[in-house]
């Protein structure tokens, strides 16, 4: 089951979204419509609320009077807390009941308008938010659902800024042009990544690309996407991951590389990475495990083949290329990426050298598999250099 956390400001066509989404098979929880669900006339939540604050928050029709409420918890930190206890769980119990109700091929959106506040975002697969200028946003909501607009500014002021909600973006639907503009991306996005993303979800396979070694430029983007998908494999895994770093060329500002995001998950033993729990959880967050790539190339320094054994996983998204290497942190792999990454961050030479040697390569090599391998004499004959560099800059993991 694929969950994809769907948000964005007020007006930015958030609902326009998930309607289209709905509409080409998604299931859509609306986490707004199951906070007044769980409080709707007759309702257990709502007969807590009562007993908690009063019957003057329900009105004559049995419904829950949501101002005055609202005046009996707003500035008490208490009652708001309180309020909180009661309807938080049966939010999460009702929400759990449908995502579950959908079926093991469902693709959820999960429509939170505070995604981006409550740090949500590593929850889910994929997170989505449609973007729109304030101004437009306003003018949508003065104009065509008839808000003020006093009162349309004075909500976008209690949300986080259109920055911090693109920052948590891994897919930004711009609703800068039309309706139908929107409604068009909407439909490329299902067909191009949500669709593919959750049958390979489903058949534990990953993404499927284009075995061809393509340099592109740094883009300040990375680690921002390395951090979103570091988070949501430790919200996922837990104490399964003790140690999990960012490594490769998308970690080193400024190189080009492959738009490949690497990460490396440290474990005291790789019996710890076989275990099935570590590969279901893992698999089950969207990184399937290859039979392959068990070793890293032993280098001529380090000998001894057991020190650079590995297990690989890699990204369902076809969106997105993700290699995940778990490594033991004791083992010459694990040092050895971390030592590299931290060289060319601090030295400008390696970087320019290593990435005139990947130009040479990428433009020699017709296979991504043949330009990994061409690589390998780099890497032992900048050891020395790297290992003067460590003892040099009193380098340690
Ligand atoms: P949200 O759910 O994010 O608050 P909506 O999807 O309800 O936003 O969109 C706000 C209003 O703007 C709706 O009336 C919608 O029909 C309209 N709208 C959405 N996208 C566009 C667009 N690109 N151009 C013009 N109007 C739009």
């Not at 999460?92 to 995502?99: G, V």
């Not at 970087?351 to 690589?375: G, H, I, M, N, P």
Request: proline share 5%; glycine share 8%; charged share 30%.
């Amino acid at each position: 089951m694929m969950r994809i956390g769907l948000t964005g400001g007020i007006g930015s066509g958030k609902s326009t979204v998930a309607r289209r989404l709905r509409e080409r098979g998604a299931v859509v929880v609306d986490a707004d419509q199951v906070a007044r669900e769980i409080v709707a006339p007759g309702s257990a939540g709502l007969r807590a609320v009562q007993e908690r604050f009063g019957a003057g928050v329900v009105g004559p029709d049995g419904s829950l009077d949501r101002a005055a409420l609202g005046a009996v918890v707003f500035g008490d930190e208490r009652s708001r807390r309180e309020l909180e206890e009661i309807t938080h769980p049966l939010i999460a119990a009702r929400t759990a009941e449908l995502m579950d109700g959908a079926g093991d091929d469902a693709i959820i959106v999960h429509d939170v308008p505070l995604l981006v506040e409550k740090h949500l975002g590593p929850a889910y697969h994929l997170v989505v938010v449609v973007d729109a200028p304030t101004e437009d946003r306003v003018r949508r909501l003065v104009e065509q659902r008839g808000m003020s607009e006093a009162d349309a500014r004075a909500r976008m002021e209690h949300q986080v800024s259109d920055e911090q909600r693109r920052a948590a973006a891994d897919v930004l639907l711009d609703n800068t042009g039309t309706e139908d503009d929107l409604v068009a991306s909407v439909d490329r996005l299902w067909e191009d990544r949500l669709v593919p993303f959750e049958h390979n979800l489903r058949g534990r396979v990953r993404a499927r690309r284009p075995d061809v070694p393509t340099l592109v430029d740094y883009d300040e983007t990375w680690p921002q996407q390395a951090q979103r998908l570091i988070e949501r494999i430790c919200r996922g895994m837990g104490e399964l991951v003790p140690e999990i770093e960012h490594i490769g060329s998308t970690a080193v500002p400024g190189l080009a590389g492959k738009d490949v995001i690497d990460l490396q998950i440290g474990v005291a033993d790789l019996h710890d990475a076989d275990a099935p729990e570590f590969v279901e959880r893992l698999e089950a967050l969207g990184f399937p495990r290859s039979a392959g790539n068990t070793m890293d190339n032993v280098k001529d320094e380090v000998p001894d083949p057991s020190m650079w054994v590995k297990r690989f996983h890699g990204s369902c998204d076809p969106g997105r290329v993700v290699h995940v290497h778990v490594r033991e942190t004791e083992g010459a792999g694990w040092q050895y990426a971390l030592l590299y990454r931290d060289w060319l961050r601090a030295d400008e030479q390696a970087r320019a050298d290593y990435l005139a040697e990947k130009q040479r390569l990428a433009a020699t090599c017709a296979t991504t598999s043949e330009y990994a391998e061409a690589k390998e004499p780099w890497f032992n004959h900048i050891w020395p250099r790297m290992q003067a560099w460590a003892r040099h800059s009193g380098w340690h993991s």
